[in-house]
């Protein structure tokens, strides 16, 4: 659990009985996982006395099993890509209990959804008594995976708790689940910490220009702007705004530049180019230049745009955005865009 949540955790671990169903919800990148994992150890130590610290005693034998992966007591449902690429180390020691893992590991692109099968046994295996721990878990991550038969065969679990149990669903977007599942939860919503409890945090990994432009990429989300900081997503930016430039000022074609793209991270490009036509268009119809400006070379000010023609490509990106975790023809993607771009400069 991070320090910028620390009313949440107050307010969850103050209340006096704890409703059986909680869904956890909040931005991306602001440790909605963290948090979930820390309030599940918590609730299965049993050592109240000791239990005033943030995360359980940490000397008891459900602390221990926890934190070795292996407490019976705790269910972790999520979806396979979720468990197999996990940055937590924890959540594939207990997703994969629910998951195929060999099945999986031999697909090219693991599964985004979780399961009916995965809650039939998870309803089997949760009906038992709690081995451990007076208290018995289960974490849905992200809830919104679920597909609809799998919803339904939750609900009979959200109406009818065993006792001593708590199912815990986080999800960024509650909005995608159905409302009969969010009735039944009462719904915490972890804050954003805000820019700058954000950068002091950052400044443990980086120096302050490159976490204040790695917070901006993440809007404003932590972990994200350390995940893009450490996958060297600056040296990207700086390499993706150097190959538009050099395309705009015809030092090289429009397809030479959509081959060259189309080698890249694609879904990473896409989240940036989309946010880069936005800078354009802002930049376009107020004149006024953004803080941090990712079309701030001259040669953006030299041309003359259509700002009808940029809300199409803008939309265009949207549309690719939605799709492109689906197997997709990276190059006929990044021509379509590239050449959307030169055709609204007039
Ligand atoms: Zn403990």
């Known amino acids: 659990m991070f320090i910028w949540h620390q009313q949440e955790w107050q307010q969850l671990t103050s209340v006096k009985s704890l409703h059986h169903g909680l869904m956890i919800t909040g931005s991306g990148g602001i440790g ?4 979930c994992l820390s309030f599940v150890k918590y609730l299965l130590c049993d050592n109240t006395g000791l239990k005033t610290g943030e995360e359980g005693c940490d000397q008891c034998q459900s602390c221990e099993l926890f934190r070795a992966g292996t407490h019976p007591d705790f269910h972790l449902i999520t979806s396979e890509v979720e468990s197999a690429q996990a940055r937590i180390s924890l959540i594939s020691a207990y997703g994969d209990r629910y998951q195929n893992v060999l099945a999986r590991d031999k697909k090219a692109k693991p599964g985004k959804i979780i399961t009916v099968d995965q809650i039939r046994q998870l309803i089997r295996n949760f009906s038992t008594q709690s081995h451990i721990s007076s208290h018995k878990v289960v974490l849905i991550m992200p809830a919104d995976a679920m597909n609809t038969n799998a919803s339904n ?24 689940l159905p409302a009969t599942i969010r009735s039944r939860c009462m719904v915490v919503n972890l804050s954003n910490p ?36 450490d996958n060297g997503f600056l040296e990207t930016r700086s390499q993706y705004m150097n190959q538009l430039i050099d395309m705009v000022s015809s030092r090289i074609t429009p397809l030479a530049l959509a081959m060259d793209l189309s080698k ?69 993607v990044t021509e379509d865009l590239v050449l959307m771009l030169r055709s609204a400069i007039r």
């Open 32 to 35: 909605k996982r963290e948090f």
């Open 153 to 176: 065969a939750l609900l009979k679990l959200l109406e009818e708790p065993p006792g001593n149990s708590t199912l815990i669903l986080m999800t960024p977007s509650p909005g995608f």
């Open 194 to 229: 805000g820019n700058h409890v954000a950068l002091e945090w950052l400044s443990q990994f980086m120096d302050q220009d490159a976490a204040e432009l790695s917070l901006e990429l993440a809007n404003g989300g932590p972990l994200n702007a350390k995940l893009l900081f």
């Open 264 to 332: 890249s991270d694609l879904p990473a490009f896409l989240d940036w180019f989309q946010g880069f036509i936005c800078e354009l268009i802002t930049w376009r119809v107020s004149h006024v230049a953004p803080k941090r400006f990712d079309v701030s070379d001259r040669v953006w000010s030299t041309k003359s745009f259509s700002v009808e023609k940029l809300y199409g490509l803008y939309d265009r990106i949207g549309f690719y955005r939605g799709i492109v975790r689906e197997p997709i023809n990276a190059q006929l």
